[in-house]
């Protein structure tokens, strides 16, 4: 008897620490840092944002590198976001399944997601997943980026974003810390 009122209350004890894990993200332990960058900017925010929170981080690379004139990649950027171009990525994440939280950096083009991150956010399943966004931008802050990753990802919970101008400069660490802190990711 005294067996099975210990067995029941352990049970128990795990079941709500295993609710609590899935309610909160900061408990979550296998946290991706997914970003696609094409300056730099967001790459940096991606590494602050890893040196905060650990986990694993990944860049998204399509196949075929954007132009390196701005010009160009801005042409090129409106022409994939009028046709809802899905370039090939050249990079994949292996074992997406072990990850319950996404943190997914990106720049704010044309008041969306750039075309690759569309890409990649078709070529998994992020059914329970908590998906935590953050942009650079040059003044559009996020846009439309949020609905495009609703619509792309419906079955993840999405947490706050954070939308960083340009590189963030000198209030940078202070933005991501005071995010973090907000949304419960503060190491």
Not at 27 to 36: G, P, Q, R, V
Not at 119 to 139: Q, V
Not at 152 to 173: E, F, H, K, M, W
């Amino acid at each position: 008897m005294k067996i099975t009122f210990f067995l029941s209350i352990m049970l128990l004890f795990l079941m709500t620490g295993t609710a609590r894990a899935a309610e909160n993200p900061s408990t979550a332990h296998n946290i991706l840092i997914a970003y696609f960058s094409w300056s730099g900017n967001t790459r940096g925010i991606a590494e602050t944002i890893h040196q905060r929170v650990g986990g694993d981080i990944f860049e998204i690379v399509p196949a075929n590198p954007y132009p390196t004139s701005y010009r160009a990649c801005v042409d090129l950027a409106a022409q994939e976001l009028r046709d809802q171009s899905r370039p090939p990525l050249a990079t994949r994440v292996e074992d997406m399944d072990r990850y319950d939280v996404i943190f997914l950096g990106y720049p704010n083009w044309w008041a969306s997601i750039p075309m690759p991150v569309a890409t990649f956010l078709e070529a998994y399943d992020f059914s329970g997943k908590t998906i935590i966004p953050f942009c650079s931008h040059g003044g559009g802050n996020l846009g439309e980026s949020i609905s495009a990753i609703e619509k792309l990802a419906p079955q993840s919970t999405l947490s706050d974003a954070l939308a960083i101008r340009s590189g963030g400069g000198s209030v940078l660490q202070r933005d991501i810390s005071e995010w973090l802190r907000r949304i419960g990711m503060e190491k």
